[in-house]
């Protein structure tokens, strides 16, 4: 039996720059441009899974 891992509803700031090729720094300039939505979770920032599909026309 497969047992498929829940879809991510959010992304680390690492994580969206593996899963997109987009720069670190570029990310950054998009979150503060507020062309992406981020959201601090304690020490971590996250973006929603949505908006890095938004970002790369999924």
Do not use: D, F
């Amino acid at each position: 039996m497969q047992h498929n891992a829940p879809e991510k509803l959010a992304y680390s700031i690492q994580e969206a720059v593996a899963a997109t090729s987009i720069s670190k720094s570029n990310l950054y300039e998009k979150i503060a441009r507020g062309e992406i939505p981020a959201t601090k979770v304690g020490r971590r920032t996250v973006i929603p899974a949505s908006a890095l599909r938004r970002l790369v026309g999924a």
